[in-house]
Antibody, heavy 122, light 106 residues
Framework: DVQLLESGGGLVQPGGSLRLSCAASGFTFSNFAMNWVRQAPGKGLEWVSSIIGSGGNTNYADSVKGRFTISRDISKNTLYLQMNSLRAEDTAVYYC???????????????WGKGTTVSVSS | DIQMTQSPSSLSASIGDRVTITCRASQGISNYLAWYQQKPGKVPQLLIYAASTLQSGVPSRFSGSGSGTDFTLTISSLQPEDVATYYCQKYNTAPGFGGGTKVEIK
């Protein structure tokens, strides 16, 4: 069974940092692009960032560019999202999602984790 | 950036009704369009990809159509378990979601 398990969420003050992790199992991690998608309370889905299977290419939403960094450790089958300079508007449930192919473009998201909650407040 | 616009933002229909949700892309995206269902308090689930291909395990009352800029998700006979918010997502380049359509039972 393909599984994704996020961790690392919590309460952080504005301007603070947090690192999210997503442990993957049940598939060859390096063969698939991975994504972070967030959902603010009562709002819709917002794409945050993606990384290709090999890890050599990344992409970010304008709202997080320059503040968030996506990475992956193939030896640990783990995806990360380093979040710096956090703002109140970053408060959301953060989902890790597997792409259907090697690249995040031309690939849909076929498996989602249960999410981890990030709250940014003083 | 290509914007995805869904309509309506919400709808209420009776059990057995045919329900149609529309998704429009601001530029052509060929058939690189997926639909997701998110039930209240749950994780999004893939329904349809490549605009019209049903994901394994998804009931056949769900169908998708369209290409280019205009796409449709249809539920042929609405069931109580279909109460959810539905999102379209483009994937020809970086991912992008529509605003969602909340489906309720009348």
């Amino acid at each position: 069974d393909v599984q994704l398990l996020e961790s690392g969420g919590g309460l952080v003050q504005p301007g603070g940092s947090l690192r999210l992790s997503c442990a993957a199992s049940g598939f060859t991690f390096s063969n698939f692009a991975m994504n972070w998608v967030r959902q603010a309370p009562g709002k819709g889905l917002e794409w945050v960032s993606s990384i290709i299977g090999s890890g050599g290419n990344t992409n970010y939403a304008d709202s997080v560019k320059g503040r968030f960094t996506i990475s992956r450790d193939i030896s640990k089958n783990t995806l990360y999202l380093q979040m710096n300079s956090l703002r109140a508007e970053d408060t959301a449930v953060y989902y890790c999602a597997k792409s259907s192919g090697q690249y995040y473009f031309y690939s849909y998201m076929d498996v989602w984790g249960k999410g981890t909650t990030v709250s940014v407040s003083s | 950036d290509i914007q995805m616009t869904q309509s309506p933002s919400s709808l209420s229909a009776s059990i057995g009704d045919r329900v149609t949700i529309t998704c429009r892309a601001s530029q052509g995206i060929s058939n690189y369009l997926a639909w997701y269902q998110q039930k209240p308090g749950k994780v999004p689930q893939l329904l349809i990809y490549a605009a019209s291909t049903l994901q394994s395990g998804v009931p056949s009352r769900f169908s998708g159509s369209g290409s280019g800029t205009d796409f449709t998700l249809t539920i042929s006979s609405l069931q109580p378990e279909d109460v959810a918010t539905y999102y379209c997502q483009k994937y020809n380049t970086a991912p992008g979601f529509g605003g969602g359509t909340k489906v309720e039972i009348k």
